[in-house]
């Protein structure tokens, strides 16, 4: 069977099984040009359970952007700013410098700060004290790589922001699906929802607060909504037929969805206040895997109408629709970018299923990935990078490459397979 879009292909076939493991992170293609950094173990009083330093070395390592020096090549290990010694870190080719310390603020907290250095120019860039319980010291670790990003590439840092996914595992020939949250790192896992019956297509609310996802607890497909801090859900489509590919507005007061009540998978958007529909799309062509815009000004979506599964954009109130993808004759579930300018998608060419971008401005399509069967592509927030899934040994993983092809990664699994990942937005964690 020819692979259809991603959503109603799980919808038509049995899935297979997926084993829960940790995730952990593997470079897989360097990017040349990586600037390189010096992060110098914290100071500490005691032993803080978290390796502050070493969480942020790999932060700035995984954004394909940075190549810190490996612990064993530091020339020194300064604390205070006038420990630094300028000329040495030069004569190891290093362009920035990052030291600090942990100390200890009372029973279970910690103030941790550090100063950010120009090699080159001899010069503080910034500084920062920040309080940490010790459950909090790998988030703080994180907000400060985010401060080292945007200072260095002007551009906000993504490393205090959580992916959403789908695994299972099977035990007597049963199989258990879980929707799983994590931080972007792949660290501290945490189970939001367990069913006998498998999950899909999770997306993030604008808030971070709430994924929406479809669900066959019921031996049929259902849309749910769930809080990620409190755990309470609520299901909101559950017509005849499908229900399927949930896609947030950008103000957070609309979902679009694919429904099928009318005989045919046609785009919707439902008004989440009092889940008044709209039926957007109208034909014989199968429309679905619908994308706002970051304006919200339109709806991306991808259907059969020309033939063959293309993308293509209408006013998000409904209305004429604008084929955008015709390189191919296979282009699905497209995410947009978050400043709007660009596609991430899903590229069939010569029997391979690959990640590509789509500049919508000159209509360049660049294929990404490297892999066979790549999937569910999802843009980290400040659009460096293009979480997805794919095959590795046999086992399907999540990988990740930056928006220009340049760096990849892949977050691997003991054993099983993982697959719909999504990327949150930028959001204020508790």
């Known amino acids: 069977m020819k692979v259809l879009y991603r959503s109603l292909l799980l919808f038509i076939l049995c899935l297979p099984a997926w084993l829960q493991a940790a995730l952990t992170i593997e470079i897989t293609q360097g990017m040349d040009g990586a600037v390189p950094i010096a992060v110098v173990p914290f100071g500490t009083a005691g032993t803080p359970p978290e390796d502050v330093a070493a969480i942020i070395a790999s932060d700035l390592a995984r954004s394909g952007r940075f190549a810190p020096l490996a612990r064993r ?118 189970t939001l929802l367990t069913s006998a019956q498998p999950l899909m297509s999770p997306a993030w609310s604008p808030d971070g607060r709430r994924l929406a996802y479809v669900s066959f607890e019921k031996r049929r497909a259902a849309v749910f909504i769930q809080d990620v801090f409190t755990g309470k859900r609520e299901e909101i489509a559950a017509f005849a037929g499908i229900n399927g590919a949930p896609s947030w507005s950008p103000d957070g007061n609309a979902m679009a969805v694919t429904l099928s009540r009318d005989g045919n998978p046609e785009i919707y958007s439902m008004r989440l206040s009092d889940r008044k529909l709209k039926r957007l799309t109208f034909g014989a062509a199968i429309d679905t895997e619908p994308a706002w815009t970051p304006d919200g000004r339109s709806i991306l979506f991808t259907s059969d109408r020309g033939g063959s599964p293309q993308i293509y954009r209408m006013p998000a109130q409904g209305g004429r629709a604008q084929r955008l993808t015709f390189e191919g004759n296979y282009n699905a579930s497209a ?37 066979q069967l790549d999937e569910s592509p999802s843009f980290a927030p400040n659009g460096s990078m293009i979480i997805y899934a794919t095959e590795s040994g046999h086992r399907g993983v999540l990988a990740a490459v930056s928006s220009d092809g340049r760096f990849r990664q892949r977050f691997s699994l003991q054993e099983g397979n993982v697959r719909e990942p999504v990327w949150s937005p930028f959001t204020r964690r508790k």
Do not use: C
């Open 335 to 371: 995410d947009v970018a978050p400043d709007g300018k660009s596609l991430a998608l899903v590229h069939g060419e010569g029997g391979r299923y690959r990640i590509a971008t789509l500049d919508l401005e000159n209509n360049l399509l660049r294929v990404v990935s490297d892999g």
């Open 73 to 190: 090549d530091l020339i020194a290990h300064p604390v205070e700013a006038s420990e630094v010694r300028f000329q040495d870190w030069r004569t190891l080719g290093s362009e920035n410098l990052v030291i600090g310390k942990v100390e200890s603020a009372g029973p279970d907290q910690y103030r941790i700060q550090f100063r950010l250095f120009d090699v080159y120019r001899g010069r503080q860039i910034t500084g920062h004290s920040l309080p940490a319980k010790a459950s909090q010291l790998r988030k703080v670790a994180h907000v400060i790589s985010d401060i080292i990003y945007e200072k260095l590439t002007g551009q906000p840092g993504a490393f205090d922001t959580r992916i959403a996914y789908v695994i299972s595992e099977e035990s007597g020939g049963r199989k258990k699906y879980m929707l799983q949250l994590a931080d972007s790192d792949g660290y501290n896992p945490k």
